[in-house]
């Protein structure tokens, strides 16, 4: 038959919220392969379906084998009938669109409760031909993104040294730092009078 992946759905309806962090995930993954995948692999111009209703996509000419499809609401087949669930199947034969099937077949596990199986698992000491959802996140940055923490603005401290017959100062965004620019200064001077006064000052 040629190496092929399966999935098995529930015959249930899926929610808003299932579908749209399915294709959520599912656009992140097409558009991080978009050099490799279109539509239908005799249209290479045209881009993959990825909408309300399907996801819909396959490799760029020879590079490309059977149409990976995922409906919202799937219509089994009679001769695929179960009493529970919905069964399909992408056959890629290995060509470079699979990497772009695999991940989208994990999100259909993650995001619409689909089993999911492959000819290519138990191959390499591997237990699954499929990488983890963890995996998809760190490739493809997928899910929610954490927002950086607003870094705090720096503040400002002036040093001071009061000498005997002299009187500067330095600039720094720390107190250590302020203090090692005025030894540094101080240092390079080489004062014979001795240090009477050192002040820090936070600046606005």
Known sequence: M???HYIYRPLTPVTDKQWDG??????????????I???????????PVVDAHMVYFNGKGGEG??????????????????????????KTNRKPYDVA????????????????????????????????????QRIYKLGPQKKPKPKRPLKNYSARAILADYVFSVSATSENEAKKKL???????????????CIIDELP
């Open 2 to 4: 040629g190496y092929t």
């Open 183 to 197: 030894q540094q200064r101080l240092a390079r001077l080489k004062p014979k009078n001795m240090l009477k006064l």
């Open 65 to 90: 084998h059977e149409t990976c499809v995922v409906e919202r609401v799937v219509k089994q087949p009679p001769h695929r009938a179960t009493a529970s669930e919905y069964f399909s199947f992408c």
């Open 22 to 35: 399915f294709i959520a995930d599912v656009k992140k993954i097409l558009r991080k392969h978009s050099g």
């Open 101 to 136: 099937v695999i991940a989208v077949y994990r999100c259909a596990q993650r995001h619409l409760g689909a089993k999911i199986s492959s000819d290519g698992d138990g191959e390499n000491g591997k237990k699954s031909a499929f990488p983890s959802y963890a995996e998809l």
């Open 37 to 47: 995948v279109c539509r239908e692999y005799d249209s290479p111009d045209e881009h």
